[in-house]
């Protein structure tokens, strides 16, 4: 069925199953694209497609330090500043492409391919090789299984891009689909090395309003691990848990999976959500436990012209926390991979880490040439929090301005502060953005 001819039960949200492209994100940037698309999402399904925020042109921004202030609002350029250049094309045949190269200085992984893709179309998905950043889930500080302030991984992968129902009647209830599922290679670790990253994530409307999500990470393999089709196959169905101590040696990976959902409604010219995400670190008898939790509720509306989004969410990474049952020093860890769930020794999912728990208020304001957006954070380091050694209360900001100054120049300014148990810090950061012609 064609995406202009989805019935009126599935055009509430509709824009949101549709999946950012490869530099997905909440940045600023897409932030304010997820925001109008949800938006427009009542009364025009089909004028959306997939779409990258950031458009062709270079972007150079400049900085303090501030490295360990976990990313709740990604920056327009990570570490304190650089360069990056983005470029795409296609042909008629369905292959497309999109280059992203960047300089940036850190101390390492200076060059970057960050929002690079070569992508070919086969009707309603894609194949792809790509250097790109995801954000599974919905809410708008951070994803507990996968989020966009995590470096960018290489892989390769199939995704559909979209959003039409199965033609079969024994699958036509799920209503409008997209999925993703992609095997890439982790950096940054050392015990083992290299392991491998196996994503999968399906998400689709069975009810007007009501998006379903279904996500699940395999880190697998890696240097003097098992990485034979057994192997795989045993991680695939989920038979990681050893026996006994033996088995150790024959375990096949460390997983994450679970589900979330968002439900969206329209009252009195206000459009209001309400979603949660819940994530289990742990497996048995095939299904996931000792979840992780978060939850949240939005509220988008005009003020004077402007268009306005507030929201406030909580997020709980203990193990286990949700259900009052904690089990401490197990979120994105695991006794084989030693460097946990990470990229380049930054979490792949909560930016805060395993075993914190926070709640966030922000802002989200498009005034037409003048954008930005403001978060308040304010939680709890527990005992064994993977990022800070010592407990204790944690608190932070994030604000972020950008001034359209014509159709081709933009400037911005980022601001973060974040305080732990141990330190205060903030972070500065400038930057120009010219799109090319």
């Known amino acids: ?84 250049w983005t470029h795409r094309g296609g042909t008629a045949d369905g292959l497309h492409w999109r280059a992203g190269v960047g300089w940036r200085d850190t101390d390492a992984h200076s060059l970057s391919l960050d929002g690079s893709e070569l992508a070919y179309g086969l009707g309603s998905s894609e194949v792809y ?26 892989s390769f992968g199939w995704r559909k891009n979209a959003a039409t ?53 395999i880190e697998w393999g890696g240097s003097g691990r098992p990485e034979s089709l057994s192997a795989l196959w045993q991680a695939l169905v989920g038979h990681d848990n050893p026996v006994n101590a033996a088995g150790f040696k024959e375990e096949p990976g460390n997983q994450l999976g679970g589900f979330d959902l968002r439900y969206a409604l329209r009252a009195g ?57 904690p089990y401490p020093g197990v979120a994105y860890r695991h006794h084989v991979y030693l460097q946990g769930y990470t990229e380049q020794g930054k979490s792949l999912a909560f930016p805060a880490g395993g075993d914190v728990t ?19 954070h304010t939680g709890h380091a527990h005992e064994d929090a993977q990022f800070y050694p010592t407990p204790g209360s944690l608190s932070g900001a994030n604000a972020t301005l950008a ?18 148990p141990q330190t205060s810090q903030v972070r500065g950061q400038l930057w120009v953005q010219y799109r090319l012609p």
């Not at 919905?138 to 991984?153: E, K, Q, R, Y």
């Not at 993703?180 to 990253?197: A, T």
């Not at 001034?403 to 732990?420: F, H, Y």
Request: glycine fraction near 12%; aromatic fraction near 8%.
């Open 1 to 84: 069925m064609a995406l202009n001819r989805l019935s009126a039960r599935h055009a509430l949200g509709l824009a949101a199953l549709l999946p950012l492209a490869a530099h997905a994100g909440l940045s600023l940037d897409e932030a304010l694209m997820r925001h109008h698309a949800l938006l427009a999402s009542d009364a025009m399904p089909d004028a959306f497609q997939p779409n990258d925020a950031t458009p062709d042109g270079i972007v150079a921004a400049v900085g303090g330090p501030g490295e360990t202030i976990p990313p709740l609002l990604r920056p327009v350029l990570p570490g304190v500043g650089g360069v990056q």
């Open 129 to 154: 090789l790509s250097v790109q950043r995801r954000h599974w889930g919905p809410s708008w500080v951070g994803s507990l299984i996968l989020d966009s302030a995590a470096p960018a991984i290489p």
């Open 165 to 217: 129902p199965f033609e079969s009647p024994w699958l036509s209830w799920l209503g409008p689909w997209t999925a993703d599922v992609f095997f890439g290679e982790l950096s940054g670790h050392v015990q083992p090395e290299h392991p491998k990253l196996i994503g999968m994530r399906v998400q689709f409307m069975p009810l007007a309003g009501l998006e379903v999500g279904v996500s699940r990470a």
């Open 269 to 325: 010219g206000i459009r209001y959500s309400i979603y949660a995400q819940g994530i289990g670190e742990d497996e048995a008898n095939g299904m996931p436990t000792k979840y992780l939790g978060s939850a949240g509720i939005d509220a988008a509306f005009d003020v004077s012209g402007n268009s306005v989004r507030l929201f406030v969410e909580s997020a709980n990474t203990i193990a286990g926390g949700i259900a009052n049952q």
């Open 358 to 376: 926070l709640t966030s208020l922000g802002m989200l304001v498009d005034a037409g040439a003048l954008s930005g957006m403001l978060m308040l």
């Open 403 to 420: 001034w359209r100054i014509n159709p081709d120049w933009r400037v911005g300014a980022q601001v973060d502060t974040w305080r732990d």
